[in-house]
């Protein structure tokens, strides 16, 4: 089902196949708003999780994408701080996870101001600028 000009319901369907896909009216429209921004598309890697999958992906308890409220993204030719530059602008996301080294970003429409970065797959406290290892 077609939630905007650029988004459709399947792209938010949970990943272990249970169906769920009921994102927040709010997300779809924080999305659509950094879409039409960049003038490319924007590429749901996960959105919707039942408790289960959010449980097996080693996702948060209380974790947007349980409540609909979340998805990470990716945008072809940018890395995940670029688009975080970019979708920090629109002003319904409040939250935003970078991970560097896998190239997405998890933006959500939580009610908080929130932002971490991942580091090896885990949620590590907000830096502003990837760290450089010394050889």
């Not at 459709?8 to 039409?36: H, N, Q, T, W, Y």
């Not at 490319?40 to 999780?49: A, D, F, N, Q």
């Not at 797959?121 to 502003?128: N, P």
Request: proline letters at 4%.
């Amino acid at each position: 089902m077609k939630l905007s000009p650029h988004f459709d319901s399947a792209e938010f369907a949970c990943k272990c196949g249970c169906g769920l896909s009921d994102p927040d009216p709010m997300l779809i429209f924080a999305l659509e708003s950094l879409r039409v921004h960049l003038g490319k598309p924007v590429i749901v890697t996960s959105g919707c999780r039942c408790a289960a999958h959010n449980t097996a992906e080693g996702g948060a308890l209380h974790s947007q994408h349980v409540f609909g409220s979340a998805a990470d993204v990716r945008v072809k030719g940018m890395t995940a701080r670029g688009l975080y530059a970019e979708a920090a602008i629109i002003s319904a996301f409040h939250g935003f996870g970078v991970d560097d080294e896998r190239g997405f970003l998890h933006v959500d429409v939580r009610d908080a101001p929130a932002k971490w970065c991942y580091r090896s797959g885990k949620q590590v406290l907000w830096y502003e600028t990837p760290e450089v290892e010394n050889a």
